[in-house]
């Protein structure tokens, strides 16, 4: 089965690539070409996806959530169903190739370094990480995928105040739908990763008694999650609207990634898993 | 195939010649009504603000295109239209440009998809003036499904063309729900009244109009059952709207940066769309820089309509392809009518030469050799016109020079003097 598993390893990040060429197309293009079948390709690379994080989770005996390779590769996947339900439920059509680029990168990354490893950690053999994680990513999906909307806002917004109208202006879906949806998987994304964040607080102690409350893993999500919530009240409380918000969750996005990348490479912290 | 076809359009006559020649429906029911009796045994007359086009079929040979420029410019006492001022065709040309009509790569608006249905409400009266016959009955369904394909599957008629529709197209990539916006028509001239009916048609959620002349916008309002402000308070009720479309004839400046401001500051900054499509400007251009400000004036608009004109203008042979594909289906439709026919009419004329002789030396035989010769000359007649069957019967299958087929088949009708049969069938059918 390892044969198969490296090959799939392989193959994955040009799946993403080959649904990601058709969905550039498309959009370039238009016209009703590849406009349902570039879904049906989405649907066959996260099915092999799928059917690899199966396989990886029967031979090595443990799901792939405990380095950050194996992370990344369950990240990718999560961005990209997160976005195929939502092209579903919405039927927007137009913004699928900014949302599965991200899933490239992360699935390269993944592809590329991550081990076939067997042995894990004690501490990581907890039946709360499991939560933990499986919240934490989709909590990332949500805000990533919160991100490129809201980037898609700003550039429309720009095209449309200084009258440019290419491909932006053809394609995407108006100003109104961007920011809902970037606000919507905002919520999503915030309170997954509040749930995440609460059972990682439970989870803590237990596994690391020799935490620090200054370490870079808390002071990086705290502010993360304090970021998110003060834009969520902003907008509930119908004082921020538009850019403001939506620069605010791009922030937040890099926030997290950097805080991510800090505490798992650079920063000696309890959380440093590779 | 002898469809005559002439166009009066925008390529062939200045506008005031074309209006010379632009027939109400009543006109058209009249006109039909004498070509009826003297020129066309069936046809059709389409006319629009750009074209006048008569189609049919001779009622005698010798009826020419000018006798159906004549009937027109009589009909409509246009003495300065000249023979110049007409395009004319004759058979698959007629069928062809009757096409291009149908899917409006003829229009001055390429893609104009209003021209379509004009076509198709000009064959609902030539079928109600009983001038539609078989042969235009079958055109008129091609014609409708060309039209159709062509929208269907080209994007001939996608994206605004007209300054008032890229104003909703704007609007439509800004706002989501236009049922749940307002808007504010400033001016009620002929812009801001057609401005007005697209957002209304569109289903706008609340419309509201102000004109310097109150009377007018009253009247318009009560055509499209909407309110109506005074125009100097007009600026006190702006906060409540998310789009204004001016479009007065003032010549200076009525909305300035600072009115803006003040709205926006009362709107707490919800987006605003104002589209000033006044000349010379109504609203003062600054106010692009407020945020949330969304202002366009007739040039931005502009470049949305040439930008789409071009994207039509790139479907065009899509349309051609479809149109020639058309164009050979009614022609194979058309052929394989007239094969059957032609060689029916070919065996009957060589059996009637066949039982005329046999009759007539028939007492020559002995009563043994009658039975025999019958068979013989019957052998004689259908080895002589296997091979005429066979080539004649492939021509109804051939895909292509459909024209070509046309002239076989009435050379060959001609040789044998079968012209009168085809005639006789022409009335039948």
Known sequence: MIPFIHTLNALLPFFYLITFIIYLYDFQKGGEKFHNSKRLFLFLTLLFHFLYLMLRTIQFDHPPITNVFEIFTILAFSISFSYFILELVTDIRGTGMFIIIISIIFQTISSLFIQDLTEVKEVLRSNLLGSHVFSALLGYAGITISAVYGFLYLILYKELKTSKFGLIFDRLPNLEVLEKLSFYSAVIGFTLLTIAIIIGIIWLPQAFPNFSYTDPKLIGTMLVWILYGIGLINKLTGKWRGKKLIILSIIGFALAIFSTILTNFLARSFHSFY | ?429
């Open chain 2, 1 to 429: 195939m002898n469809l005559l076809g002439i166009s009066i359009n925008h390529r062939t006559a200045p506008v005031d010649l074309r209006e010379a020649l632009h027939l109400s429906e009543e006109e058209i029911r009249n006109l039909i009504q004498q070509t009826k009796d003297k020129v066309l045994s069936e046809g059709i007359i389409i006319s629009t603000c750009n074209r006048t086009e008569i189609y049919g079929i001779p009622k005698q040979n010798g009826i020419t295109h000018l006798d159906l420029q004549n009937l027109i410019i009589n009909f409509k006492s246009a003495a300065k239209v000249s023979e110049e001022n007409f395009q004319k065709f004759i058979s698959r040309e007629s069928v062809e440009h009757l096409f291009r009509v149908a899917t409006g790569i003829d229009s001055l608006l390429i893609g104009d998809n209003q021209i379509f249905k004009q076509v198709k409400d000009s064959f609902i009266i030539s079928e109600e003036m009983n001038f539609a016959g078989f042969l235009i009955k079958r055109l008129m369904d091609a014609a409708v499904r060309v039209g159709k394909r062509a929208i269907n599957e080209t994007a001939i008629s996608e994206g605004a063309v007209t300054v008032s529709y890229a104003a909703v197209q704007l609007v439509e990539k800004i706002f989501a729900n236009l049922s749940k916006k307002s808007t504010l028509v400033i001016g009620t001239g002929e812009t801001g009244e057609i401005a007005a009916k697209h957002l209304r048609d569109r289903g706008i959620g609340r419309l509201a109009l102000t004109n310097r002349t109150f009377e007018k916008a009253e009247k318009l309002a009560t055509e499209l059952n909407t309110a109506v402000f005074p125009f100097d308070t007009f600026k006190d009720h702006l906060h409540k709207f998310d789009i204004i479309i001016s479009a007065t004839s003032s010549e200076n400046v009525i909305l300035t940066k600072e009115d803006i401001e003040k709205t926006m500051k009362k709107r707490n900054y919800d987006s605003l769309v104002i589209m000033d499509i006044a000349i010379p400007r109504d609203v003062d251009p600054a106010c692009k820089d407020i945020d949330y400000v969304f202002y366009h004036d007739i040039d931005s608009l502009n470049v949305i309509v040439q930008q789409n004109l071009a994207k039509r203008r790139n479907e065009i042979p899509k349309v051609e392809k479809i149109i020639q594909e058309e164009l050979d289906a009614f022609f194979d439709w058309y052929n394989s009518l007239q094969v059957a026919p032609t060689i029916k009419d070919l065996r009957d004329y060589f059996e009637s030469v066949r039982a005329e002789e046999v009759g007539k030396n028939i007492n020559k035989f002995s009563e043994e050799d009658r039975e025999k010769l019958e068979i013989i000359t019957k052998r004689i007649i259908n080895k002589i016109l296997h091979h005429p069957t066979v080539e004649l019967k492939k021509l109804s299958d051939e895909n292509s020079a459909s024209d070509f087929s046309s002239l076989k088949i009435s050379v060959i009708r001609e040789l044998f003097g079968l012209t009168g049969n085809k005639q006789n069938q022409q009335e039948k059918n």
